[in-house]
């Protein structure tokens, strides 16, 4: 069983940043890929950042310059550092992983969320 935990969230003001971690139960590595997605009241899922088990980033345009996600394996630990901020940032910021396993295919394990409000 594959427990994803979210911190770091928080009220910030805009043009500020936060770092949000995602810890994992277990190895990361593990992982084929890791990222993380948002949601706004009323809005859909969207992703924000992925990375790949060899490493290779991926980021929505509206993060860009921005946003960059990160890991540090031996902490088993996926990062977000989020700079210049801004309310429409404001969404809470849910950790994914996705592994392919051999008999169900493709699985996508959820953390809780943490929520990030960009305001004055």
């Known amino acids: 069983q594959v427990q994803l935990v979210e911190s770091g969230g928080g009220l910030v003001q805009p043009g500020g940043s936060l770092r949000l971690s995602c810890a994992a139960s277990?190895?990361?590595?593990?992982?084929?890929?890791m990222g993380w997605y948002r949601q706004a009241p009323g809005q859909t899922r969207e992703l924000v950042a992925t990375?790949?088990?060899?490493?290779?980033?991926n980021s929505a345009d509206s993060v860009k310059g921005r946003f960059t996600i990160s890991r540090d394996n031996a902490k088993n630990t996926v990062y977000l550092q989020m700079n210049n901020l801004k309310p429409e940032d404001t969404a809470v910021y849910y950790c994914?992983?996705?592994?392919?396993?051999?008999?169900?295919?493709?699985?996508?394990?959820w953390g809780q969320g943490t929520q990030v409000t960009v305001s004055s």
């Open positions: 277990r190895s990361i590595l593990r992982f084929n890929a």
């Open positions: 990375i790949t088990s060899s490493g290779t980033t």
């Open positions: 994914n992983a996705m592994i392919w396993d051999a008999l169900v295919g493709r699985r996508d394990y």
